[in-house]
T-cell receptor
Framework: EPEVTQTPSHQVTQMGQEVILRCVPISNHLYFYWYRQILGQKVEFLVSFYNNEISEKSEIFDDQFSVERPDGSNFTLKIRSTKLEDSAMYFC????????????FGSGTQLSVL | QKEVEQNSGPLSVPEGAIASLNCTYSDRGSQSFFWYRQYSGKSPELIMFIYSNGDKEDGRFTAQLNKASQYVSLLIRDSQPSDSATYLCAVASGGGNKLTFGTGTQLKVEL
């Protein structure tokens, strides 16, 4: 069964460092997303991406965050200067279409900022 | 602010019983509704989705939607210990696929 894959599964970084989280969405999916979940809290929307541009972003997704689809398969989330409060599980998701469509999530990257 | 509310639980049910999980949402324009299961430390796994008022059944799972009451529920029949997890209600609105999640209800199925 097709699945969304994410690497790495765990990332430890120092405050102020840049991190790149990587995702390979399901191959026939056209819409891509990043969500995050701080320990013990809700899953929160960060950004959606379609046709090589951001279609929607949340207040969390400030200038420190960026997304990119560098080639035909990868989808990345970059955090330029990490803060302690960026520590969370980051989930990539993808869907076939952009409206009322099922999202499938990857296994997540646990980011720890020290 | 669009909100999705769930009772955090834990909801404890004996094995073989029906588990009933509830969710309310604030945005009347919400169009699609999803139930995800999340095991501790794992990613959300889609188990049901519903777009129209009424019931939708898939195996042991039934999703119920009442848009007038802004209420979504999930019934799990013949609950198994493997159903023990946190169940997340998620709602999409505004014509896109941005999901707003509830905090989740922890379900414990006891032997």
């Amino acid at each position: 069964e097709p699945e969304v894959t994410q690497t790495p599964s765990h990332q430890v970084t120092q405050m102020g460092q840049e991190v790149i989280l990587r995702c390979v969405p399901i191959s026939n999916h056209l819409y891509f997303y990043w969500y995050r979940q701080i320990l013990g809290q809700k899953v929160e929307f960060l950004v959606s991406f379609y046709n090589n541009e951001i279609s929607e972003k949340s207040e969390i997704f400030d200038d420190q965050f960026s997304v990119e689809r560098p080639d035909g398969s990868n989808f990345t989330l970059k955090i330029r200067s990490t803060k302690l409060e960026d520590s969370a599980m980051y989930f990539c998701a993808s869907s076939e279409a952009g409206t009322n469509e099922k999202l499938f999530f990857g296994s997540g990257t646990q980011l720890s900022v020290l | 602010q669009k909100e999705v509310e769930q009772n955090s639980g834990p909801l404890s049910v004996p094995e073989g019983a029906i588990a009933s999980l509830n969710c309310t949402y604030s945005d009347r324009g919400s169009q699609s509704f999803f139930w995800y299961r999340q095991y501790s430390g794992k990613s959300p796994e889609l188990i049901m989705f519903i777009y129209s008022n009424g019931d939708k059944e898939d195996g042991r799972f039934t999703a119920q939607l009442n848009k007038a009451s802004q209420y979504v529920s999930l019934l799990i029949r013949d609950s198994q210990p493997s159903d023990s997890a946190t169940y997340l209600c998620a709602v999409a609105s505004g014509g896109g696929n941005k999901l707003t999640f509830g905090t989740g209800t922890q379900l414990k199925v006891e032997l």
